[in-house]
């Protein structure tokens, strides 16, 4: 949630001012959700990041899977989407998420 939080703080600094910013905050809730559930991997740990990766891919079929099919597949969408940081609103969530512990 505190993401969430960074996210909407910086908004109004980021060079694209069309970003959708429900789809930030849907894609960092969505993310905090399957870390809650399988465990956060430290930011320099490259091995443990290798298998995060696989263990964070089953942790999220599992738990949107779990919801109506329509709300588990736009969740699911969402979090591939934020994993693969390709689009400007993943990109910005991504970059939220990565801000977040060097505040702590």
């Given amino acids: 949630m505190c993401c969430s939080l960074l996210a909407l703080v910086f908004a109004d600094q980021t060079e694209s001012g069309d970003l959708d910013m429900l789809k930030v905050l849907k894609m960092l809730l969505i993310h905090d959700v399957v870390e809650i559930d399988c465990g956060d991997t430290f ?5 443990g990041r290798e298998q995060a990766v696989l263990t964070e ?48």
């Fill in 43 to 47: 930011l320099y740990d490259q091995q």
């Fill in 57 to 104: 891919r089953d942790a999220a079929a599992r738990i949107f899977g779990l919801l109506p099919e329509k709300i588990g597949n736009e969740m699911l969408a969402l979090w591939q989407e934020f994993e693969e940081r390709i689009t400007p609103e993943a990109k910005y969530a991504a970059s939220m998420d990565a801000l977040q512990p060097l505040l702590n």
